[in-house]
């Protein structure tokens, strides 16, 4: 495990610099340090629904074992065409240095216009002799299908369960052992069962609730499915102040989306369902962009209380 003690966050500190320090199952890390060998990669799609997932890390270790000239893009803030007319063009028709072959990254690629999807199809036709593009993107949906068939695609939100919490709870357990933290192991699974799959969340526990060379985790600092049970008890018009109290407690606000999801059936007739996931849904959606997640939560559960009436 490589990391860049110049970094004083650990996210950072810690961030994968090579393909053998990713968290991917085995059967990609394989695929993509065969591509390093052969000093060559196809255009890829690396997608999720949640951030925090190691798509940017992946497009980091593959650049950085390449050793080769890479452009750095964020779609949302660079998303029309003359961004593809101008930097991209200007990067992708000059051959590099050493002759070997240049990288693009877009990162959150799903904010790009569509228009400027449509034109990236004959991007990768015409570069490509000496340059690949790696997309990145936590809504796979909106790339249109033209643009995903001429990639690799990989989505990490469906990566088996059972073969990512060994490699994550050993990356855990490796940070803080290297930070000379004490911890007990019972308590890094806890930040795994409340945060998993987001990894970057994982980590930024570790340095949040490390304190005088401690890691020491409390029932009240992370949210688990008996605080999410307790919030649901209080959703209903007679205790909604309660419930707004709840929702103000909770510490990863996103977590309990996906928990209604998962537990529906506890809470509303099997007629609402249809309406509690189109609301759950759009709740989720919003949460990506809000400045207060609790407020959003509320409002998610407030629309549900109208269900239960």
């Not at 205790?239 to 929702?247: A, G, K």
Request: net charge neutral.
């Amino acid at each position: 495990m490589k990391f860049d003690s110049s970094k004083s966050v650990f996210y950072e500190r810690y961030k994968p610099q090579c393909i053998d320090d990713l968290i991917v199952p085995d059967e990609i890390k394989d695929k993509l340090k065969s591509y390093i060998k052969t000093q060559d990669i196809p255009n890829l799609g690396l997608w999720s629904t949640e951030p925090g997932l190691g798509k940017s890390s992946t497009a980091h270790a593959i650049v950085k074992e390449l050793g080769c000239e890479a452009l750095w893009l964020n779609a949302s803030m660079e998303k029309g065409i003359d961004v593809l007319r101008g930097k991209i063009q200007r990067f992708a028709s000059q051959v590099s240095f050493d002759g070997g072959i240049k990288i693009v990254v877009m990162d959150e690629f799903d904010n790009f216009s569509r228009d400027g999807m449509a034109s990236f199809r004959g991007f990768l036709d015409e570069f490509s002799q000496n340059c690949r593009f790696i997309f990145t993107g936590n809504y796979k949906e909106k790339i249109i299908e033209p643009l995903l068939d001429r990639l690799e695609n990989y989505e990490y939100s469906l990566f088996d369960k059972k073969q990512m919490i060994k490699p994550i709870f050993e990356r855990l357990k490796f940070i803080l052992d290297n930070e000379g933290i004490e911890y007990d192991q019972k308590d890094v699974a806890k930040v795994i069962q409340t945060y998993y799959p987001r990894i970057r969340s994982m980590v930024g526990c570790l340095q949040k609730l490390s304190t005088n060379g401690k890691f020491v985790v409390s029932d009240s600092v992370l949210d688990d499915f008996n605080v999410f049970d307790n919030v649901m008890q209080y959703v209903n018009a007679s205790t909604y102040l309660d419930m707004i109290s709840e929702v103000n407690k909770l510490n990863s606000p996103d977590n309990m989306y996906k928990y209604l999801y998962a537990n529906a059936s506890k809470f509303f007739k099997p007629e609402q369902y249809p309406n509690v996931v189109l609301i759950i849904a759009k709740y989720q959606h919003w949460s990506e962009g809000v400045r207060d997640k609790n407020l959003n939560l509320s409002a998610c559960l407030t629309e549900l209380i109208k269900l239960k009436s």
